[in-house]
């Protein structure tokens, strides 16, 4: 049975950093790609950004969504089962629930991620 479990989330003010980790067990880690989504009160689920695994012909690329792009950074420990996202410069839009998810190919769509951990809330206010 493969679990995800995000952490990290909480209250930062404008211009701030946080850290989410998501940890992963039920399968060998390294062979997929890692996604991180997030979901604002009423909007739909938005691809924020991907690592790819070691299966994908492009191991170790990274893609990001352009609303993150040069502010977020994703990385992989494969040896700790752990996908992070290093957040900076945090807006207020930037305000969701943050998910990772476990994808059966290197890929924006929801459709090609088969696990999703619970979420973990992120909110940027003054």
């Known amino acids: 049975q493969v679990q995800l479990v995000e952490s990290g989330g909480g209250l930062v003010q404008p211009g701030g950093s946080l850290r989410l980790s998501c940890a992963a067990s039920?399968?060998?880690?390294?062979?997929?790609?890692m996604g991180w989504y997030r979901q604002a009160p009423g909007k739909e689920r938005e691809f924020v950004g991907a690592?790819?695994?070691?299966?994908?012909?492009?191991?170790?690329?990274?893609m990001y969504s352009d609303s993150v792009k040069g502010r977020f950074t994703i990385s992989r420990d494969n040896p700790k089962n752990t996908v992070y996202l290093q957040m900076n410069s945090l807006k207020p839009e930037d305000t969701a629930v943050y998910y990772c998810?476990?994808?059966?190919?290197?890929?924006?769509?929801?459709?090609?991620?088969?696990?999703w951990g619970q979420g973990t809330q992120v909110t940027v206010s003054s």
């Open positions: 690592v790819a695994g070691i299966i994908s012909f492009d191991t170790g690329a990274k």
């Open positions: 039920g399968s060998i880690f390294s062979i997929n790609a």
């Open positions: 998810a476990r994808g059966r190919r290197y890929s924006q769509s929801t459709d090609d991620y088969d696990y």
